[in-house]
């Protein structure tokens, strides 16, 4: 037994020192690998006053819900579990066009609670006449982009992004970053058909 003293001493002595260490570095921040599609378009021409590409990951089916109108749409992103909502308003009066303006700033500024940020982006394509806001939302907030566009007198079409999820922005934040793309491009290639 007094044989094996020190060489048990000397292995708790080892298992001790091993334990401790000065050198920790914390870990980096992991994040899950998504796999983004690569990006390609095609353009939607329906029974409705406006055309404008899409991607062709995304699939754009009327809006079901009880309240619906004609030319609502939602461009529906499987893959990450998300949704463009998209009304638009045939514009009849000043007061009708104010109304929706500020319905679009009231939805938007809604999610002042839990935002982080709200900046708005001015949209203005004389040339098309194409005119409206675009807000980006950050935080855990219900939606993270909103935007509105119009020709001032007689047109008004509306965009929603909404994830079909619990908001965790550090967690959705590389798709909202894909899918934004996606948004430039369906605003930067929009057209009034009248």
């Not at 992103?77 to 009231?106: I, W």
Request: charged share 25%; proline share 6%; glycine share 4%.
């Amino acid at each position: 037994m007094k044989k094996y003293l020190p060489v048990c001493l000397f292995a708790i002595i080892l298992a001790f020192s091993a334990c401790h260490s000065n050198d920790y570095a914390p870990k980096p921040r992991g994040y899950f690998h998504i796999d983004f599609p690569k990006k390609a378009y095609k353009n939607y021409d329906g029974g409705c006053a406006f055309s404008f590409d899409y991607p062709v990951y995304a699939s754009l089916n009327p809006d079901s819900s009880k309240d619906t109108q004609p030319c609502w749409n939602n461009l529906s992103f499987p893959q990450f579990n998300a949704r463009l909502h998209l009304t638009y308003y045939d514009v009849s009066s000043k007061k009708e066009y104010e109304g929706l303006v500020e319905d679009a700033r009231t939805f938007a500024f809604k999610h002042t609670v839990k935002a982080n940020a709200i900046d708005q982006k001015l949209i203005s394509y004389p040339e098309k006449k194409v005119y409206g806001i675009y807000y980006a939302i950050e935080g855990n907030t219900a939606s993270s982009v909103q935007f509105f566009l119009t020709d001032s007198v007689k047109h008004y079409f509306r965009g929603a992004l909404y994830f079909n999820e619990r908001p965790q922005y550090d967690s959705i934040q590389p798709v909202v970053t894909f899918i934004k793309k996606d948004i430039d491009r369906m605003i930067n290639t929009f057209k009034w058909k009248n």
